[in-house]
């Protein structure tokens, strides 16, 4: 799996969750492409060379998602915009540069394509794909970088057992703050909310304009309040670990799968976390 150069941690599945800062991630991410990845040319028309850029939407384009999706493209103004059509018009996207205010910008190239699966009656067959499990995959792959390359494993089972087994960081409690994203946690349950989940690792300048940079992700294998210290999963490197003063928590879940270990009673929930390799701020 390739990393970032650039992350923002959302801390859910749908942007449904908070559509505002959602956009304001997105805004975010855009305005530093724009800053590191666009070379200024003086006295040359068009003024900036960019590297390209490829924007991905969520595929919500109804009430919200829709109006989401017209400040997307009014603030990126993309030179090209691809549009997947199907046979049921109702459940396509308006016509045209239908974001433009004036409803035709001859600045666009707009491609717009069929569904490319279709019945005996040419009309479009939506396939079905199941989210969840997708994800899922995604977030097992994640984390098998936490392990060798050259270690054999086969199965999501076999992953499953070596990442119960593998020697987690010692993240010291003091060092870092912990922000629970789209909720409020009492104080004396934030420990317990933390514990087996899957986390941002984030850096915090310190500046409120600013927002936190997202450097990976991590399980919280384990707490000790007596030590000051958290046990954290993750294959962020120790560089990069280090830099870490803020701990992320939304509502992305550890997959069932790595939850399920022959042998292990509850893993991630269990006291017998084995000792970590420390990581010093």
């Not at 005996?120 to 792959?141: C, E, G, M, Y």
């Amino acid at each position: 799996m390739l990393s970032s150069n650039r992350c923002l941690f959302f801390g859910d599945v749908s942007s449904k969750r908070d559509p505002s800062i959602y956009l304001k991630y997105i805004f975010a991410l855009y305005d530093y492409y724009r800053k590191e990845y666009c070379i200024s040319e003086k006295g040359e028309n068009p003024p900036m060379t960019e590297l390209p850029l490829i924007v991905n939407t969520s595929g919500w384009v109804k009430g919200v998602g829709y109006a989401m999706l017209v400040d997307m493209l009014k603030y990126i103004g993309p030179t090209h915009v691809v549009k997947i059509n199907i046979s049921a018009e109702i459940k396509n996207l308006p016509a045209g540069a239908f974001w433009s205010d004036g409803g035709n910008d001859g600045t666009v190239n707009l491609v717009e394509i069929n569904s490319a699966r279709q019945d005996s009656f040419n009309r479009s067959v939506l396939v079905q794909k199941d989210a969840r499990l997708l994800r899922d995959l995604r977030i097992t792959a994640y984390f098998r970088q936490c392990l060798p390359r050259d270690f054999t494993i086969t199965t999501i089972k076999e992953l499953a057992h070596a990442l119960t087994s593998h020697c987690p960081c010692e993240v010291p409690i003091a060092s870092i703050k912990i922000k629970h994203l789209h909720c409020e946690v009492p104080n004396s349950e934030i420990f317990y909310s933390l514990n087996a989940s899957i986390v941002g690792l984030a850096v915090d300048s310190g500046d409120s304009e600013n927002l936190p940079w997202c450097v990976g992700l991590g399980i919280v294998r384990g707490i000790d309040t007596f030590k000051g210290v958290l046990f954290v999963i993750t294959p962020v490197p120790r560089s990069s670990l280090q830099k870490v003063n803020l701990l992320l928590q939304g509502y992305i879940q550890i997959p069932t799968s790595l939850l399920q270990v022959q042998g292990c009673i509850s893993p991630y929930l269990s006291a017998n976390t084995m000792n970590g390799s420390k990581v010093s701020s």
